[in-house]
């Protein structure tokens, strides 16, 4: 298990890369796609989406993203997962910025295959790490570069179902989280709720989305990064 300023492109060559943001970019991103968005592009700055949208022809893009977890000014969508609903995202392009879940994922470029995760897909995407049978990092997009236990939670659910399978060698802070997860597996919102980032979107008013994004495995899609953009893993 990394965070994304240990990620670089000797430790990620060749490996399975798994980018979790469970508040809320890669939660928004798998409600996107589940709910028939064409893809996602994660971009970093905020100008950069706008561009992308003046520049293509089509009509398909919406942007959408946050800064201090609000929305941003003329996007379409803020990083609630709730807005990314079929009626809004089926068959378009969502360009997402967020402060720190698209930059995680732009950092993680370069390994042999990059994975999106949040509780919402963690059982499919953990299927197949274990069908491609790589060694794995996983890289935890934590909050303004600071730890943040939401993502540390779902990584320790990765490490823990996939030792439960197979025997596991790991760090002693992957074996932390495992038994982090393990204690809490039935008491998320307990362990979660004196958080910074919780009580931030708590304190915004995102009581549904903590609920949201604190469920498991309502999606069985794999979303996968390639070429620019994310989609669902055929
Ligand atoms: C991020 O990428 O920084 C987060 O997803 C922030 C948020 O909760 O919207």
Request: charged share 25%.
């Amino acid at each position: 298990m990394a965070s994304v300023k240990e990620v670089n492109s000797h430790r990620i060559f060749k490996k399975n890369v798994v980018v979790i943001d469970v508040l809320r970019a890669t939660s928004t991103i798998v409600t996107a796609l589940a709910n028939n968005a064409f893809s996602v592009i994660p971009v970093e700055h905020i100008e950069e989406a706008r561009k992308i949208r003046e520049d293509e022809k089509e009509g398909m893009i919406l942007l959408g993203g946050e800064r201090e977890a609000k929305i941003i000014d003329g996007f379409h969508f803020g990083n609630s997962p709730l807005s990314y609903m079929e009626d809004k995202v089926k068959d378009r392009k969502v360009v997402l910025t967020t402060t720190n879940g698209t930059r995680t994922i732009k950092a993680c470029i370069g390994g042999e295959n990059l994975y999106i995760a949040s509780f919402l897909n963690v059982t499919a995407v953990i299927e197949k790490l274990i069908e491609y049978g790589k060694d794995i990092v996983i890289v935890c997009s934590g909050t303004d570069g600071q730890y943040s236990m939401d993502d540390a939670l779902c990584a320790g659910m990765i490490i823990s179902l996939i030792n439960n399978m197979k025997n596991i060698i790991t760090t002693d802070l992957g074996w932390t989280i495992k038994e982090l997860y393990e204690a809490y597996k039935y008491d998320f919102h307990g362990l979660l709720k004196n958080c910074r980032h919780y009580k931030r979107l708590k304190e915004n008013g995102f009581e549904e989305d903590l609920k949201y994004c604190l469920q498991t495995d309502i999606y069985d899609i794999v979303p996968i990064y390639r070429e620019g953009s994310i989609q669902v893993l055929k």
